[in-house]
């Protein structure tokens, strides 16, 4: 039995604590000075710059929800609309949301971007979410026409992202070879960062790695439809610099406690409570006085009830006890929302890396100001990170440093960093950072994309020493094959050669200008 952060969890509650028994499982969430004793799990996409500068301003973001029929399967309880339905109730006021559910054909739910001006506004999204028959086809070039015309509507200032979940590939009646490029020209036309939910392993395709990396996005992995309500918290978390809490389910009836410290309070803006659960279960909000949390609540500034789903938020949230009651029966996810002022952010870019090299890990602590302004916080913090690698063995670094030593550039600027060396596995690396600042805990995460940098064989001419003289040729023909990433072939246009005046020797640099993916490779010739 594990907690909501996988710790030990009680039995039952005697009526010394708090006069109050439960027959079925205890969760606790703890923040604060209990953070010492266990591992809170707060994942977040590795969301670009372009998306994720200037933390405060208002977001514009089009989710795009795969109806197709593999999703009888994939997700018979529909719990891919439960989880947008809860990514949409978490938003905030001024933010814009259009819809889009695409199967066989496309339909936008919004007749254009809506800004959410109050809890009536997320109502009407929340209700143009509903469940409706899956459908046979996965037509993707009609939702991102779809999500072209949404876009023109949508305001020029503040963040833009599109969140695209699937279940598989793309797949129309009339399927012909130039159908998933024309897809890629579409979403790199629109300039704006695909945040892709991958539902099942079928959906990490080739096509959805170069959808996502085209764009400047990110890939998250569903394992399986429970996982979906967690892929769209980390969405949340790095598009609005949340906190999130909470992992697997507890089963009704049972208690999740979430101890609010004191010392963390402070910084703590909003707290929202989250639960996705099954018709049959039924949940109470305690506060910390032991009185049921109600909608008229001093502080209560959302909340919306749904047979399969409660959400919670509240302004200022007091230190203590909160506690979630679940009555009822089946498995319930319970998730704590936490907007606050001190956030952890990393600074190594995420773009494509070369596997084998070692990677310089640089984290930094920042808080928000009254105004807005993020200020980046030098003295005593400290960091570990949590690595999971392309065949899902994990791995950790348990300090980082700020002494210009183990990789880090500059004693004592705040910037911490530690050097990770285990890179010959191609894929995607996944790490998650935990820091703290005293006693109060930051999280953040990020994913890196690591591949075999090919070796470039030119096959024309068959003299290399034609290259070290002022009239280069003008075909150089070469391809190097990654069976993850498929075949990279490099047009004659697609290179640049570039060369000194007494050099004889020349640096051959190229990459694929259609996407900018591979540029930066170089060899010497």
């Not at 892929?231 to 389910?249: M, N, S, W």
Request: charged letters at 20%; proline letters at 5%.
């Amino acid at each position: 039995m594990h907690t909501m952060s996988e710790l030990p969890i009680n039995q039952t509650r005697t009526n010394t604590q708090r006069n109050r028994s439960y027959r079925g499982q205890a969760a606790v969430l703890r923040v604060g000075l209990l953070f010492l004793f266990f591992t809170t799990l707060a994942i977040s996409p590795a969301i670009p710059k372009s998306a994720s500068a200037n933390a405060g301003s208002d977001l514009s973001v089009i989710l795009i929800i795969d109806n197709s029929g593999s999703m009888t399967g994939n997700d018979p309880d529909g719990l891919r609309f439960t989880a947008a339905q809860l990514f949409v109730s978490l938003l905030d006021t001024g933010d814009q949301v259009g819809l889009i559910r695409f199967s066989t054909t496309s339909t936008m739910l919004t007749d254009g971007m809506r800004i959410i001006q109050g809890p009536q506004d997320k109502k009407t999204l929340v209700d143009l979410l509903a469940r409706v028959d899956e459908e046979k086809y996965t037509d993707v070039k009609a939702a991102f026409e779809d999500v072209a015309r949404l876009a023109r509507t949508a305001a020029p200032e503040g963040k833009k992202v599109i969140v695209f979940m699937t279940d598989g590939v793309p797949e129309i009646p009339a399927q012909h070879e130039k159908y998933e490029n024309e897809i890629l020209e579409l979403a790199r036309g629109l300039q704006i960062p695909v945040l892709s939910i991958a539902l099942t392993q079928n959906a990490q395709s080739p096509f959805l790695n170069r959808l996502s990396g085209e764009t400047d996005g990110q890939v998250i992995f569903a394992k399986s439809s429970l996982d979906l309500l967690d892929a769209y918290l980390q969405v949340l978390e790095g598009v609005k610099d949340r906190t999130i809490l909470g992992k697997g389910t507890v089963r009704a009836p049972g208690a999740a406690d979430l101890v609010l410290d004191a010392g963390m309070a402070p910084y703590v803006e909003q707290m929202s409570f989250v639960v996705s659960k099954p018709d049959l279960a039924r949940i109470s909000l305690l506060l910390p006085d032991e009185r049921i949390l109600s909608p008229i609540e001093t502080g209560v500034v959302y909340h919306l009830e749904d047979p399969r789903f409660v959400v919670f938020t509240v302004d200022k949230p007091v230190a203590g006890n909160w506690n979630i009651q679940l009555s009822g029966s089946g498995d319930v996810q319970a998730r704590a929302i936490l907007k606050s002022r001190l956030r952890a952010r990393v600074e190594t870019a995420p773009h494509l890396r070369e596997a084998g090299q070692p990677i310089d890990l640089e984290v930094s602590l920042i808080e928000e100001q009254v105004d807005g302004n993020l200020i980046k916080i030098i003295g005593t913090a400290s960091f570990s990170t949590l690595i999971t690698r392309p065949d899902g063995s994990q791995e950790s670094l348990d300090q980082f440093y700020d002494d210009g030593t183990n990789g880090d550039r500059l004693a004592g600027d705040g910037t911490y960093t530690r050097q990770y060396v285990n890179t010959s596995l191609p894929g995607v690396y996944t790490f998650h950072l935990q820091g703290y600042k005293g006693v109060i805990p930051v999280s953040t995460s990020v994913q890196m994309t690591l591949v075999p940098f090919p070796d470039l064989v030119i096959s024309q001419p068959e003299r290399s020493s034609y290259l070290t003289c002022s009239l280069f040729p003008k075909v150089v023909d070469f391809e190097h094959k990654n069976d993850d990433f498929g075949t990279l072939k490099a047009e004659p246009d697609a290179l640049e050669l570039r060369h000194g005046i007494h050099s004889e020797s020349q640096d051959l640099q190229w990459g694929d200008r259609g996407s900018n993916r591979l540029q930066g490779w170089r060899t010497r010739c």
